[in-house]
């Protein structure tokens, strides 16, 4: 089981954690973060059957292959804002975690923009 892997390693670096970061705080992030790079990694091997799976089902359903990208770029973004927060939270620096946060959901508005506008033609087409 692949998710054993990855509980053990987080496991582990916790208790590293535990033992290092009262001691040697900058060594604590270092280890946090590849930690999370592991993990990250790890997960990857996860997505892409699922995004090939999305990309035929998009196919199949006619819709264009530019809405199913915006999804997974928002989708992504999320994921990165949300990991780039924790991050900063475990450095102690949620100021710049906040920061994250919001240029997160700045940039989801941003790329939703298309998403939403074919929605209202399509609204609109049906009420003409």
């Known amino acids: 089981m692949e998710i054993a892997k990855v509980v053990a390693a987080g496991l ?3 208790v590293l954690l535990g033992v290092i970061r009262p001691q040697r705080p900058e060594m ?3 280890l946090s973060l590849v930690a999370g ?3 990250l990694y790890t997960v990857i091997g996860w997505i892409t059957p699922v995004i090939r799976l ?3 089902l998009s196919l199949q359903a006619k819709v264009s292959l530019q809405y199913l990208n915006l999804i997974l770029k928002i989708i992504g973004v999320a994921y990165l ?3 780039g927060c924790q991050v900063a939270r475990d450095a102690g620096e949620g ?3 906040s920061k994250i946060e919001l240029a997160g959901k700045v940039l989801i508005m941003a790329l939703s923009v298309p998403i939403f506008s074919a929605v209202m033609q399509a609204v609109l087409r049906l009420l003409a």
């Open 37 to 39: 790079v592991y993990i």
């Open 95 to 97: 100021a710049i975690a």
């Open 81 to 83: 804002a949300e990991i």
């Open 28 to 30: 604590g992030v270092l």
């Open 12 to 14: 582990v670096v916790v």
């Open 54 to 56: 999305l990309e035929d």
